[in-house]
């Protein structure tokens, strides 16, 4: 069996842990403003190296050819100095004119060959071999003089190093050449210019970046501020703070966004004022799902299986004709406020109220399987709670109210009913006739439920039931059997009792 060739994973290894290195060290969140001042300064300090690198060639370049201009005139002065005395074999002319013009500060040597290359005269620093190894060796400035770069070390004590450059030219007498001259020159200060003008440049691109830095953040910062005004708005909008708004008036893009914020911000207002009105209107629930479908509201419905409750208030005709309107709305409204509460602790929805009745649905329009369980459960919470109040009221000098109620479940249509400019989400059908009629065989404090809610499941385990009575209803050929609720699962009876605690512990601080 061959060798089993695997993929190399190195580079992708490598580029994985850069990325976990990467995001280790770098912040989650880069404000606009550093990001804007640091890409401002990179441009400006690379702009300003760009323009040293540039400036410090030029000028050398410039130095270099002033320095060959200078080199090549004094070579060929000295060439046409030294004609007469190589001619005339006059030694010590040569030697005297080489060490005049090795004494200059800028000149450091100076020698005069015979045509075969003898060294005739010199003086000061010179370059290693003959002069036509030189020429060789040199690379030509114009047809006749040529230039030699070495380097010379003054002394190995002092281990100095210098660059030196040396200028070669024939001497000739008309067509004959006699001899050559060499000159050479030192290039610190060449050097030591571009030095000069390399830490100048450096400074002042040091200088440069730093100015560039705090104004590009000074800038950064007020050129981000309406993004951070934009951020804050977000979080705003996002806190449910519907009311922020832009005051600042731009006229520019970011103004453009502004305004267009504001509206934008005007809109949720108005859907946030429109839906908190409409939840007191209707179903938290409902009005959501009208709010979150408007192009989708239109009549019809659909069949579903859910329970639907019934209470209200006994000998209510009676009571009203003793009390004034504002006593009648009181009542109600404190009455109808609890049941709320009792419904939505069960996940029900007040479908409607009708005079001094209730009608409250579970499992619509949000599905619940324990929908059975629930509407039992909130009938026994409003029966419980209602005999807590009416302590309550006696010890105030009040009468008190009782309630009858009445639950069942079955198939119904859910949707909206009514016409096109008058339109009403609500369930119908038998089970909600049924569950009406019902009600009138209540007496006070009484939870009538029908046979097929009290034998279905998940409902018999947790209530506590016995027979009531059979009643012959009209449009009914058979008769219809009922329920009495009496009490519920223990554990179910703690959990409501402690909500009606804290329901009437927050009235109390209310």
């Known amino acids: 069996m061959g060798p089993i060739h695997r993929p190399n994973m190195g580079p992708q290894r490598r580029q994985t842990r850069?990325?976990?290195?990467?995001?280790?060290?770098?912040?989650?969140?880069?404000?606009?403003?550093?990001?804007?001042?640091?890409?401002?300064?990179?441009?400006?300090?690379?702009?300003?190296?760009?323009?040293?690198?540039?400036?410090?060639?030029?000028?050398?370049?410039?130095?270099?050819?002033?320095?060959n201009d200078f080199g090549q005139t004094v070579v060929?002065?000295?060439?046409?100095?030294?004609?007469?005395?190589?001619?005339?074999?006059?030694?010590?002319?040569?030697?005297?004119?080489?060490?005049?013009?090795a004494a200059s500060d800028s000149i450091l040597g100076a020698a005069v060959y015979s045509d075969s290359g003898?060294?005739?005269?010199?003086?000061?620093?010179l370059p290693a071999g003959g002069v036509i190894q030189l020429y060789e060796r040199s690379r030509p400035l114009e047809e006749s003089t040529r230039t030699h770069t070495f380097d010379w070390r003054r002394g190995e004590a002092s281990g100095a190093q210098a660059e030196l450059i040396s200028f070669v030219c024939p001497i000739r007498f008309q067509d004959l050449t006699a001899g050559h001259a060499l000159v050479t020159f030192t290039r610190a200060s060449m050097v030591e210019s571009s030095q000069v003008a390399s830490k100048a440049i450096v400074w002042a691109?040091?200088?440069?970046?730093?100015?560039?830095?705090?104004?590009?953040?000074?800038?950064?910062?007020?050129?981000?501020?309406?993004?951070?005004?934009?951020?804050?708005?977000r979080r705003a909008i996002d806190e449910g703070d519907f009311g922020y708004r832009f005051e600042e008036g731009r006229k520019d893009e970011i103004g453009y966004l502004m305004e267009g914020f504001n509206t934008m911000a005007e809109g949720l207002l108005e859907k946030s004022q429109v839906e908190s009105v409409l939840s007191r209107f209707v179903d938290n629930s409902v009005a959501t799902e009208l709010l979150e479908n408007l192009d989708k509201i239109r009549l019809g419905g659909k069949h579903v299986t859910a329970s639907v409750l019934f209470a209200d208030i006994v000998g209510f005709t009676s009571r009203s004709e003793k009390l004034a309107p504002e006593e009648i709305a009181e009542l109600l409204n404190e009455y109808f406020y609890y049941v709320s509460k009792s419904c939505?602790?069960?996940?029900?929805?007040?479908?409607?109220?009708?005079?001094?009745?209730?009608?409250?649905?579970?499992?619509?329009?949000?599905?619940?399987?324990?929908?059975?369980?629930?509407?039992?459960a909130c009938a026994f919470m409003i029966q419980r709670l209602v005999e807590r109040l009416n302590v309550i009221r006696v010890d105030n000098g009040k009468l008190p109210v009782e309630f009858r109620i009445a639950v069942n479940c079955g198939d119904m249509l859910a949707?909206?009913?009514?016409?096109h400019d008058r339109m009403e989400y609500?369930?119908?059908?038998?089970?909600?006739?049924?569950?009406?009629?019902l009600s009138s065989f209540a007496d006070s404090g009484q939870i009538v439920v029908s046979e097929p809610l009290a034998m279905g499941p998940s409902v018999r385990e947790r209530v506590v039931?016995?027979?009531?009575?059979?009643?012959?209803?009209?449009?009914?050929?058979?008769?219809?059997?009922?329920?009495?609720?009496?009490?519920?699962?223990?554990?179910?009876?703690?959990?409501?009792?402690?909500?009606?605690?804290?329901?009437?512990?927050?009235?109390?601080?209310?």
């Open 18 to 67: 850069w990325r976990e290195l990467l995001s280790r060290w770098l912040p989650d969140h880069i404000p606009i403003a550093y990001k804007l001042a640091m890409a401002i300064t990179v441009l400006v300090v690379a702009g300003m190296a760009l323009l040293g690198l540039t400036i410090i060639s030029n000028q050398t370049q410039l130095m270099r050819a002033q320095m």
């Open 118 to 125: 003898e060294v005739l005269a010199s003086s000061g620093v």
């Open 415 to 419: 949707g909206n009913l009514g016409t």
């Open 465 to 510: 039931m016995r027979r009531y009575k059979e009643a012959r209803l009209r449009g009914k050929e058979e008769l219809v059997s009922t329920y009495l609720v009496e009490d519920i699962v223990p554990e179910q009876r703690q959990a409501i009792e402690a909500e009606i605690d804290a329901m009437l512990a927050e009235k109390e601080l209310g």
């Open 426 to 437: 609500t369930v119908v059908g038998d089970a909600v006739n049924l569950a009406s009629r």
């Open 344 to 376: 939505r602790f069960f996940q029900g929805r007040i479908d409607k109220f009708i005079g001094d009745c209730v009608m409250v649905v579970f499992g619509v329009p949000q599905k619940d399987p324990e929908h059975r369980f629930h509407a039992i």
């Open 76 to 101: 060929n002065q000295f060439a046409e100095s030294a004609i007469e005395p190589v001619l005339a074999n006059d030694l010590l002319g040569l030697r005297v004119t080489t060490n005049n013009l």
């Open 205 to 233: 691109t040091v200088l440069m970046g730093v100015l560039t830095t705090i104004t590009a953040f000074v800038m950064s910062r007020r050129l981000s501020r309406p993004i951070q005004d934009l951020m804050a708005a």
